[in-house]
């Protein structure tokens, strides 16, 4: 089975196919980086004007990169949410056109869904059951997966999630856009100058708070001030330990607690060097093992939407195709979960 898979949901215009068989063929991705630098940070209306202009030429060149046309393709999946309504409208009405025209089925896919099985497009990929650690955006959690659908919240975020710390943070220390890679590449010259608090670290569940250190990041940049190249680094990197210490200590107790070897990470911050290293020596200590996406498929991609979109269609029972389309901004993933 063939699949064409879209993704749409921010600032990033994702395609690709994906073979059962044969695994990923072809992808394609463009990113808005550049445009929204200006700003600051993602510009909807500019982000879903950006969509409609690359959705059907990426389209045509990953077709043309697997040797394939829209008469090869058996099915359908596009980003339904969440993300910017706009620029869901935009990958959806694309997919479920397309899937009219063919005759062929669509299924929306859950972005974050799409995150949480990247890892499995690796060549060797990791085997059900595992603890992933979901850190994109606004979202912080981790799960036990035991299969395709079959997911249990461990811990959630309870108010800013890593993603959103980074790019908060580096706005603060005047780092530039995109806030998660430019405070990495800072931390990169810092030295250990500084002691942040590491939130909820000894909590006695599997919970994230990020929202109290960035506070404290904004009480010490206050008192910094007029702030150096060198204090940035020195803040970017005290900041980048105490997030990725959180994140590998929940982990490991995640590990622990469900009795499992396994774990995977994904997500933008899933492409942190830093968090990275902690959790490959970590899992090497307690003799587990960790996985991670290719870095191009950290970030929003079409690849991740391809194969989610595969998987589902693999194990929907054949009905009637409903081409009418909708999009979700706020689907909470919680829908997914097994009860």
């Known amino acids: 089975m063939l699949i064409l898979g879209f993704e749409s949901s921010c600032d990033e215009t994702g395609v ?40 059907l030429p990426l389209t045509e060149q990953v077709l043309q990169s697997a040797d394939k046309t829209l008469a090869d393709v058996d099915g359908i999946a596009y980003t339904q949410g969440p993300g910017l309504s706009g620029a869901l409208l935009v990958g ?63 811990g959630d975020t309870l ?7 980074f790019d908060k943070t580096a706005k603060l220390l005047g780092l530039g856009y995109p806030g998660g890679p430019a405070l990495a590449k800072a931390a990169l010259n810092g030295k250990p100058r500084f002691t942040l608090p590491r939130p909820m670290l000894h909590s006695k569940d599997l919970n994230f708070s990020f929202s109290g250190l960035k506070t404290a990041v904004l009480t010490l940049v206050n008192k910094l001030q007029p702030l150096d190249e060198q204090t940035q680094a020195d803040v970017a990197w005290e900041f980048q330990e105490a997030v990725t210490e959180i994140l590998t ?14 774990l995977i990470v994904s997500g933008g911050v899933g492409a942190n060097q830093r968090l990275r290293e902690r959790l490959n020596k970590a899992t090497q200590r307690k003799l587990c093992k960790v996985s991670y ?34 999009v979700r901004p706020r689907w909470d993933l919680a829908e997914l979960l097994t009860p």
């Open 159 to 165: 108010d800013d999630a890593a993603g959103e710390a």
């Open 92 to 154: 959806t009405s694309i997919a479920q056109s397309l899937a009219f025209s063919l005759k062929i089925p669509s299924i929306g896919v859950h972005h974050l869904e799409g995150h949480l099985l990247a890892p499995l497009l690796e060549l060797n990929p990791p085997k059900f059951p595992f603890v992933a650690l979901l850190v994109s955006g606004g979202h912080s959690q981790l799960m036990r997966v035991d299969g395709i659908g079959q997911y249990q919240l461990l």
């Open 16 to 55: 690709a196919l994906y073979d059962t068989n044969h695994g990923l063929l072809s992808h394609a991705l463009h990113s808005q980086v550049v445009m929204h630098a200006e700003y600051g940070g993602v510009v909807p209306e500019l982000a879903s004007r950006d969509h409609i202009r690359r959705a």
């Open 249 to 262: 200590t929940k982990c490991m107790t995640a590990l622990r607690e469900t009795g499992l070897d396994n």
């Open 293 to 326: 996406p290719r870095l191009e498929f950290c970030t929003d991609n079409g690849a991740m939407i391809a194969f989610a979109g595969a998987k589902r269609l693999e194990t929907m029972q054949a009905t009637e195709q409903d081409y009418r389309f909708s």
